[in-house]
């Protein structure tokens, strides 16, 4: 092992050991039973950590090209918790997806569950989720005594998330439902309360006393969004430019959605084809379990499709199980990687928002987005590929503009691939971009407070939540209830939400820019194979290493 995977491997071990729930997201066995510490001192030494590392990269001699990504990739990415720290972001983690506040719930989706003893390591862990919630509240608390706090929206909506967790509202919250599947095991109920006790707690909280002391005030300014923007995407990015660009992206796509809805219902305006779309029973599932069957079955047959044929599919990523997320969370479909030995698959998980009818018209597409050639087969691969990618690489170094807009490029392919034929999956696909252009128009636009463009309503006027979301519902076509949760995602994750075009764009740009260079010597599976062979990285870097085929 050389120099520099040695130091990454060794990073992957201390902070498995300082965040557990980070552990069980990357597979790093022996931290199951524990819960991270959130608290100021627990994100201190977990700064002091990432600081060691990068000197330690630094001085580590880089052997071979390997060694070469491995360094670069890394440091990138410690810089860039560095900066998060010293700007005091952990101090105001809150938001619908992707904090503390959830992960804490959702490192249990995660756990082998399987023999007596795998029950025990959970039960331990549920007695130490009170201290992990209360360690975030610690956090929270020393950033309301340094002014610096969280949007108002965000508290209110992690504390409604909570209160789910905590025993709130009619579904079975979450513990008391996990414990319930061992009745006669009084001490896992015991933990399940406790657990459950420790989140209601946490929505107490965050919805009495720390919402009142919120920013009333969403957007983050520009500061802060090109810091995020950095994280998330890993270039720099004219705003501007990105912004005038989305609007671009949703004519041409609202353009090409006109034509597709001339195929399926001619004459009809593109509302009139969604919804003859959503009520065309020949194309819709009936019952949750029958969905995700149906989600499982469309997996496992692309798999058997481009194995051998636009990809190469090593054995152990050709298993990728379909699950249901429990109630709570956001509303949007997520993956979750396999680990180091495969003995955890990877797995796509759907959100249900309590509907139990499934039109199949956008669900096809957002398949092949989550799970393959999407998310499993670019993630599954880096875990696949110990040879090659350091620890680092494979466990914790995902660049969400890397991999959404993967997963998002994977979309359009299979189109290219022939697997949309069928005009009403296209126009699924389609009403998927469209929905991520709106999401660059919108998430630059509120959180920059720029105008809205010439020639469309409001023109000249301001966004603001209460003009995004009648235009986002308006021109997603997607459900309202999903798009008032993808609000407050965007309004708490800045920069994050742009990830999927402005990634699917470098994607785009450099395969055609390979296109260009190698002319009738192209190869799409070998471009596939090498792109995702190099593991993720920042769009920046990733372009310029896709100039190198």
Not at 133 to 141: Q, Y
Not at 251 to 269: F, K, N, Q, S
Request: hydrophobic share 40%.
């Amino acid at each position: 092992m050389s120099e520099v995977f040695d130091i990454a491997d060794r990073y992957c071990v201390q902070l498995g050991a300082l965040d557990p729930c980070s552990a069980t997201y990357a597979g790093i066995p022996g931290h199951d039973h524990e819960m991270t510490d959130y608290s100021p001192a627990g994100a201190a030494r977990r700064v002091d950590l990432v600081r060691d590392t990068l000197v330690a990269l630094a001085a580590a001699p880089q052997e071979t090209d390997d060694d070469r990504l491995a360094a670069s990739v890394m440091t990138e990415r410690c810089t860039l918790d560095v900066e998060q720290y010293e700007a005091r972001e952990r101090l105001r983690d809150v938001r619908i997806i992707g904090s503390p506040i959830q992960s804490a719930r959702q490192c249990f989706d995660l756990m082998r569950l399987d023999t007596d003893d795998d029950w025990a390591v959970a039960t331990e862990r549920m007695t130490r989720v009170p201290d992990s919630l209360e360690s975030i509240e610690e956090s929270l608390r020393a950033g309301v005594d340094q002014g610096v706090v969280a949007a108002r929206r965000q508290a209110l909506a992690c504390a409604e998330q909570a209160a789910t967790w905590g025993g709130e509202g009619e579904a079975e919250p979450f513990f008391r439902a996990l414990a319930s599947r061992r009745p006669d095991d009084t001490k896992l109920a015991a933990a399940a309360e406790l657990a459950t006790s420790g989140y209601a707690h946490l929505a107490a909280y965050l919805r009495d006393e720390y919402a009142p002391a919120a920013d009333p005030r969403d957007p983050v300014g520009r500061d802060r969004y090109m810091l995020f923007a950095r994280d998330f995407n890993g270039i720099e990015l004219d705003l501007e430019e990105t912004y005038a660009w989305g609007w671009e992206e949703l004519h041409r796509i609202e353009d090409a959605m006109r034509r597709v809805g001339e195929r399926i219902l001619p004459g009809a305006a593109i509302e009139e084809v969604i919804q003859h779309l959503d009520n065309d029973d020949t194309r819709a599932i009936e019952g949750v379990e029958e969905f995700r069957r149906w989600n499982q079955d469309l997996i496992d047959q692309t798999i058997s499709d481009l194995e051998g044929t636009h990809f190469e599919i090593a054995p152990p990523l050709r298993i990728c199980e379909a699950m249901i997320a429990p109630p709570g969370g956001a509303a949007a479909m997520y993956y979750t990687g396999p680990t180091e030995d495969f003995s955890r698959p990877g797995r796509t998980w759907y959100p249900t928002m309590g509907q139990t009818r499934f039109p199949l018209w956008k669900e096809v597409s957002t398949c092949y987005h989550e799970a393959v050639p999407g998310h499993h087969l670019q993630v599954a691969q880096v875990v696949y590929l110990a040879d090659k990618l350091s620890r680092f690489q494979r466990l914790f170094g995902f660049v969400s503009g890397h991999g959404e807009g993967w997963a998002l490029y994977a979309e359009r392919l299979m189109g290219e691939l022939g697997y949309l034929e069928d005009p009403a999956f296209e126009m699924g696909m389609l009403a998927a971009q469209a929905m991520r252009a709106v999401r660059v128009v919108v998430d630059i636009g509120m959180h920059l407070e720029l105008a809205i463009i010439d020639g469309e309503p409001h023109a000249g006027e301001t966004w603001t939540p209460e003009l995004a979301l009648p235009f986002i519902i308006e021109r997603s076509r997607f459900p309202e209830v999903f798009m008032r949760s993808e609000v407050d995602r965007y309004l708490g994750w800045p920069g994050q939400a742009i990830s999927y075009k402005v990634g699917e764009r470098v994607w785009l740009e450099s395969r055609a820019d390979a296109q260009r260079r190698k002319g009738a010597k192209f190869d799409l599976k070998e471009f596939h194979t090498f792109a995702l062979d190099l593991g993720s990285m920042g769009l920046g870097q990733l372009r310029d290493e896709l100039a190198r085929f």
